[in-house]
């Protein structure tokens, strides 16, 4: 009889992990460099946290720390070990920074999930037991990269026994979807509602059910959002507007009947009737305004605003960033000039972790919140039309489904489309094209998760 | 933007508790109870002092919750910043303020009477 001592995987928890892609790229860039004396190579990944949706942890990696050279122990023993110094770093980042930290290591040429090897269940908890020790309200854990895939283990505050986070996915163009416990497409496999859109991609099905799609506002444009999301079999979708219907909504929202808006009743209730009668499956959960339910904004892996102000576009595109969200944001003007026919113009905007922001593209300057703010927000009822309203909306969710599925081979899409509803047109702003590939300045890539007030000593 | 020790130090010695942060390039300070002028209810409230300019604004005083002030402040709400809802009024200030300044520019909104 031979007993199997080995430390078992443990049960999924409620842990979401966001990784950006760039960051993922620069662990495993490092990951592979030979090593002196050792054969693989370990580095940490600081982790921003907080609480999402239902209580569940929701972890975004904001930056990479890798070891040097002498911080590894000659023993050829093991693939790699590290000495107490490189430990005593990992535990006085935990305490700087309130952040948590993951030991990385990676496996290469392993193309399906790794798993963690019998050293690696042995010693690495006891590294991780030290950053607990030194962060104890934060999220800690070991993450081993493959390939393609990724396994993690993470400990959370109250408990000692990990958990295997039920999803880790790569926030990238496209994402890459790394969820131990995903088991393919949810809604029965012999359902043929949505054979039509198989070219999406042998896994887009399930992305789309398991993905959470965020619409905030459901006017003009997030009434389209939403209708479309459903119709593609996106289940998890999450709808945030406090708003009633009235008559003067029917010109545009799309989800709203003659009788519904002359009830004024609420929008989100207009939009689960019409939700429901299309995809009766659905996890549709819907709230009022973002701001008082944040922990459910933050579990969204995209989140598509339809405000009407840019104040309050700023504010979305900070909570994203913050959390590690994808931000779409669209949204369409009419500009009246006396003795000219009225202009129709709009934008769709793509803001995720790492790229150019909308501060960066040109679209959020000081002076134009500035200006908004001292109108202390009344914008009065500005023209709007239904159409503009769905080539942009339609244009946000061929963006999302293209993120979440991948499926058009598009690497590093546009980030600001400008619209000229006059012309009918939807291409790339001059903006964008200037700022390819520069960095976010605005945006720090380490000012992820909950923010960590340290103490001021007088 | 960041501040010099001594500015820090005497909001320190204002505020104690105040602890700081960096926020998008930005280091702000959050003061746990900070205590109001007289009139004001209650006494003393969470805030935080963003000492950069913002919503057309030279600085911002956050506060955790609208108090009474009884003076008919324009006070706004749902104030997002820093992953929370922050309240604050409609209060202009002159620039290149220290940092005690600024706090005390702000709270002069509550004042009543002749401004100390």
Known sequence: VILDTRRPDPPVGPVRVRIPQDLLQEMRQDLVRKHPYAAERIGYMSVGWTRGEDGEWILVAAEYLPLADDRYIDDPSVGARIDGVAIREGMQHVHDTGKGLFHVHMHEGVRRIPNFSDVDREEQPRVVETFRRSGVHAPHGMIVLGEEQANAWVWLPESNEPVTPEQIVVVGDPFVWIAPAFAGTILPSEDERYSRQSFLGANAQGWLETARFGVVGLGGGGSHVVQQLAHLGALRLRTFEFDHLDLTNLNRTVIATHEEARQKEPKSEAAHRRVDAILPENHLRTYGRWQEH??????????IGCVDTFGGRRDLEEECRRYGMVYLDIGMDIHLFAGYP???????????????????????TAERIGQEAARYGDLGGRPQVVWPNGVLASAAVGYAV?????????????????????????????????????????FPSTDVGDVFFRSVIS | MEFPAEQIAELAQLCPGVQQAEVGGVTVFRIPAL????????????????????????????FAERFQEGLGRNWNGNLSFAGRSWF??????????????????????????RVP
Request: hydrophobic letters at 40%; aromatic letters at 8%.
């Open chain 1, 342 to 364: 009225p202009r129709m113009a709009g934008q769709l905007i793509l803001s995720r972790p790492g790229e150019a922001c909308m501060h960066c593209l040109g679209f959020l």
């Open chain 1, 294 to 303: 944040r922990a459910a904004l933050r579990s969204c892996d995209v989140v």
């Open chain 1, 402 to 442: 293209g993120l979440v599925t991948g499926w058009d081979g598009v690497r590093g899409r546009a980030a600001y489309l400008q619209y000229d509803g006059n012309y009918g047109t939807l291409m790339p702003h001059g903006h964008w094209s200037t700022l390819r590939g520069v960095p976010c300045t605005h």
């Open chain 2, 35 to 62: 205590p109001l002028p007289e009139g004001c209810t209650p006494s003393v409230v969470e805030a935080l002092l963003y000492p950069a300019p913002r919503d057309g604004y030279q600085s911002r005083l956050f």
């Open chain 2, 88 to 113: 604050a009024i409609s209060w202009t200030m002159p620039p290149n303020l220290r940092l005690a300044e600024m706090l005390m520019v702000h709270l002069r909104a509550f004042h009543r009477g």
